[in-house]
Every structure is written in structure tokens, then in C-alpha cells.
């Protein structure tokens, strides 16, 4: 890692998602643990969502997260190009979770027919 940073350095670190198995390799590959990356991990719980993967990932991971926790945060796809971040989680973490956590939106996720998704979409009229 570019950083300086050792993987061990870190107490998280989210990758992007397009799959379960992606995070888990590119972890492994880099040598970061399974308990640094469980709690970012969300593509199995909410599949693909694609640019917003390493967001949501770390939206979860700031949800448990104290004061002084270093986070590596990388997105990345496609060829495009990639970002990756070191982010040292404030005192002001505290005071700025009195709304709901990100597995509280997870949790209340509806699963959709096909048809259904269709008329969402416009695709076809009731």
C-alpha cells in the first residue's frame, strides 16, 4: 500500500463490491484479515451497488467504529481508475450517530417479483 500503512495498521478496510468473493480476494491478496473487512462487507446482504459499494461499506463500517479506528477504503472498476482512502474516525463520531444505522435500512428491505421490478422501472403498465 502506498500509504505507508501495513494491512495491520488498519482496524477496517472496505474494497468495492460488485460480488461477495471480489472483496474477500483483493483483501486476502493485500493481507487484510476477515475482521477487518466483515463489517463493510454488504454486497451479500444488498447485491450490486456497483459506485456506491465502497460508500455503503464504509457507511456500515462508521457504524461500529470508534475514536482513533484507521480505515482503508478503495473503490475501484472497470479500467476506469481508482481511489483509495486512509480515514482516521474523529471524537465527533459519537455525537453524530443519533440517527439509524445503515443495518437498519438492510433489514427493512422488501424482495420484489419480476413483474413488479418491470412496472417500477415503466416497463410495463399495470
Do not use: C, W
Not at 472483496?23 to 444488498?46: C, E, S, Y
Not at 477504503?73 to 472497470?78: D, E, L, N, R, T
Request: without cysteine; charged residues 25%; aromatic residues 12%.
Amino acid at each position: 500500500i502506498r500509504t505507508g500503512y501495513k494491512p495491520e495498521k488498519f482496524k477496517y478496510a472496505v474494497f468495492h463490491q460488485p460480488n461477495t468473493k471480489f472483496p474477500i480476494r483483493v483483501a486476502r491478496t493485500l493481507g487484510f484479515t476477515m475482521d477487518q473487512i466483515n463489517p463493510g462487507l454488504v454486497a451479500p446482504k444488498v447485491g450490486n451497488t456497483y459506485a456506491g459499494s465502497t460508500p455503503v461499506g464504509l457507511a456500515a463500517t462508521l457504524d461500529i467504529a470508534e475514536s482513533g479506528d484507521r480505515i482503508f477504503a478503495v473503490s475501484y472498476g472497470s479500467g476506469s481508475g481508482s481511489d483509495a482512502f486512509v480515514l482516521t474516525v474523529q471524537d465527533a463520531i459519537e455525537e453524530k450517530r443519533d440517527g439509524p444505522k445503515l443495518s437498519s435500512f438492510i433489514e427493512r428491505k422488501k424482495y420484489v417479483d419480476y413483474s413488479t421490478y418491470l412496472r417500477f422501472r415503466g416497463q410495463i403498465v399495470k
